[in-house]
Structures are given as structure tokens and as C-alpha cells.
């Protein structure tokens, strides 16, 4: 179960990564990078790999919480 968990997290840290450098490199991401990082208004692909990673942290901690319930 653990590495499952740990692969799901390196997918969806993997799919933010890409998504950021995937803006970053299409003209003007550089400064949509910079925009982004003043308003934290992000492009959708951003967004949803944010979202992604934030179900995945989601997941692995609630089930390390019903392990720690098992195990009381």
C-alpha cells in the first residue's frame, strides 16, 4: 500500500512540474510565471495538477490517520 501511495504522490508532483514547465517554456510563460507568482492566479492545466496533488496528499494522509486507528 505505501508504494502505492508514494507513486501516486511522484505522479502527481511529476504532473505540476510538467504543467509549470510546460507554461514556462510557451512564449510569454516567463512572465506568466512571474504574474502568477504575485496574484497566485495560475493557468488551468496549473490548476488542475495542483488539484491533482492536493487529492494524492489527500489519499496518503488519511490513510496513514486509519493505520494510526488500527493501530490504538
Given amino acids: 500500500m505505501e508504494g502505492n501511495h508514494a507513486e501516486t504522490l511522484r505522479r502527481a508532483v511529476e504532473s505540476l512540474i510538467n504543467a509549470s514547465l510546460h507554461d514556462a517554456l510557451t512564449p510569454g510563460g516567463m512572465d506568466r510565471l512571474a504574474a502568477r507568482r504575485r496574484t497566485g ?9 495542483k488539484r491533482r ?16 486507528a488500527q493501530e490504538a
Avoid: K, P
Fill in 41 to 49: 492566479v495560475a493557468s488551468y492545466d496549473i490548476r488542475m495538477a
Fill in 53 to 68: 496533488l492536493e487529492q494524492a496528499l489527500t489519499e496518503v494522509l488519511s490513510g496513514s490517520e486509519a493505520l494510526t
